[in-house]
């Protein structure tokens, strides 16, 4: 007998064809963020390698300097107000982490930059959720920057941008005195866009409606986002939807270029355009960094937006061609990226002219983000990692200064170079010992217990003195743990304190009873101290 299949249940409609960027879901969005603060990133929920590694920082930062450069030498009208400080704006800043690699990298070259002798880069980090600003205050990573001046908090709403109220004073029109820069990594992904549909060249604007297959009574949940159901319906639109001329002109152009497809228009970029323009004393720079399309070859027979979910929160592809010739037609210009793989791109946006007239950022643009970009050095330390043999250690020092002593590598890699520490030679394991203390200088806490691996590799090079200093960081960031205490007692042995050694052998079977190897030591310590 054939099973008797069900009819589908009824969905539950909770809003019936509106305007994307008016939907309820990006509420949805925002209060997810809000409640998880930077557990968002920390637990494993949302992404943050890719655009969180001293690599990426450093090209950020070689960009942004070569705009100053260009624009200490007048460029698109600029002037440096030498004693005022320049603003570097991160937007949507979440846990911080690129926050920390872009600062030291910063404070390290600046200096070493001609033409940029006495500015004073001011970098603020931003956010919607005031618990994520409030984790960076008290991250002791920011304490030295923020002791010398050079970095500051505001919170800062991408949907409804403003001025900038900082401990140091307010960042607001007209009050600024020198050109702005601001960064977005993954920031338009997840904020309000529009959607249109191009069909035998008429435009149409692509009207969501939401559903949940079951009543939903708390729509303010941030849940029941994995829940829900989109469609869209097409809607006839006036001649000018937007009444903002640079942006009509922008779907205009597709209109006339594009045939059946939809496209993304992300309304919250363009909004944060204007505020910096409106932000900065001449010139400004704004690097993103988002997946999605930045040519119009791209956005060719594309089908509805997919939503791909991250725990409560979603994110959409971001259309930087749009931003891009936003800015155009704004009187500015655009840099893009040549790369084709749509997860991570980066734009730079300049307003005081067209990108010609910025030579030194179209250079920097080019060799940091183009020749081998953030993106290339995210695929080859992941596949990298896929390898099933033992890499060699001169091949992990070769990636670990590629990626300006990436901690997360050195963390994959740290058990191979432990496996290999007594096959070194006197010259490799100074390099080794010097990579170890480099990476922890680059180090921010995210999700991974680096410093228990830095212990490891130097226990393996009988430096157990270095090995207990690391094993003390790990306690101080993630708590006692039965291995590392064990690990301790072991270091003790070894140093010729046997005591010691027994007051961490008894601590770490006093967080699991049954561990076996704590237990045979602390009998043969104690056989040794009893002289039996």
């Keep these: 007998m054939a099973e008797e299949t069900k009819p589908p249940a009824p969905l539950h409609v909770l809003e019936q064809r509106r305007r994307l960027s008016q939907s309820m879901i990006w509420d949805l969005q925002r209060e997810f963020y809000r409640r998880r603060g930077t557990a968002a990133w920390?637990?494993?929920?949302?992404p943050w390698y890719i655009t969180g590694n001293p690599y990426i920082a450093r090209a950020y930062v070689r960009v942004v300097l070569a705009w100053l450069r260009d624009c200490a030498q007048g460029r698109g009208g600029a002037v440096l107000d030498r004693s005022r400080p320049v603003?570097?704006?991160?937007?949507?800043?979440?846990a911080g982490i690129f926050a920390f690699h872009f600062l030291r990298k910063l404070r390290e070259v600046l200096p070493l930059t001609p033409g940029l002798e006495g500015v004073r880069p001011l970098y603020v980090i931003t956010d919607v959720a005031e618990s994520n600003l409030q984790a960076c205050r008290d991250n002791p990573r920011f304490a030295p920057f923020v002791q010398e001046g050079l970095l500051d908090f505001a919170l800062f709403d991408l949907e409804k941008p403003g001025a900038l109220e900082l401990a140091s004073g307010t960042l607001a029109p007209g009050t600024v005195g020198n050109p702005v820069a601001a960064i977005a990594n993954y920031a338009f992904d997840s904020t309000t866009q529009d959607l249109f549909f191009i069909r035998a060249g008429a435009i149409y604007e692509?009207?969501?409606s939401v559903s949940s297959p079951q009543p939903e009574p708390d729509l303010g949940d941030p849940e029941l986002m994995s829940r829900l159901v989109l469609s869209y319906d097409p809607a006839t639109v006036p001649e000018n939807p937007y009444g903002d001329p640079p942006l009509d002109a922008v779907l205009r152009e597709y209109r006339q270029r594009l045939g059946d497809t939809s496209l993304l228009v992300p309304v919250a970029a363009m909004r944060c355009v204007r505020a910096l323009i409106a932000l900065s004393q001449g010139p400004a720079?704004?690097?993103?960094g988002d997946k999605g399309t930045s040519r119009i070859e791209e956005i060719v027979q594309r089908t509805v937006p997919q939503r791909p979910q991250h725990g409560g929160a979603f994110s959409m592809d971001v259309n930087l061609h749009a931003i891009g010739r936003y800015v155009e037609n704004l009187g500015g210009g655009a840099l893009h990226t040549q790369q084709l793989d749509r997860h991570f791109k980066v734009a730079a946006l300049l307003t005081g002219g067209p990108a010609d007239s910025f030579p030194e950022t179209r250079l920097a643009f080019r060799d940091a983000m183009d020749a081998f970009s953030p993106f290339d050095y995210h695929r080859l330390s992941m596949y990298s990692r896929k390898q099933e043999y033992e890499m060699p250690p001169d091949f992990v020092m070769a990636l670990l200064k590629l990626g300006d002593w990436?901690?997360?590598?050195l963390a994959y890699y740290a058990r191979s170079l432990a496996r290999q520490a007594d096959k070194m030679s006197d010259v490799m394991k100074l390099e080794v010992k010097r990579a170890l203390e480099r990476t922890w200088e680059s180090f921010f806490p995210m999700s991974q217990d680096v410093a228990f691996e830095i212990a490891n590799v130097f226990s393996s090079l009988n430096l157990r003195k270095d090995a207990l200093r690391f094993?003390?960081?790990?306690?101080?960031l993630n708590g006692p743990h039965h291995i590392t205490l064990h690990n301790m007692g072991l270091c003790m042995y070894l140093l010729g304190q046997p005591?010691?050694?027994?007051?961490?052998?008894d601590q770490s079977l006093e967080m699991k009873p049954d561990y076996g190897h704590a237990r045979d030591w602390r009998n043969r310590i104690q056989a040794e101290l009893s002289g039996s």
């Excluded at 990436?406 to 590598?409: C, K, L, T």
């Design 42 to 46: 920390t637990s494993g929920e949302l």
């Design 406 to 409: 990436d901690p997360y590598v």
């Design 471 to 476: 094993y003390g960081e790990s306690l101080k």
């Design 285 to 288: 720079l704004l690097v993103v």
């Design 87 to 94: 603003p570097i704006v991160e937007l949507a800043a979440g």
């Design 499 to 505: 005591e010691e050694a027994l007051k961490f052998m």
């Design 206 to 208: 692509g009207l969501v």
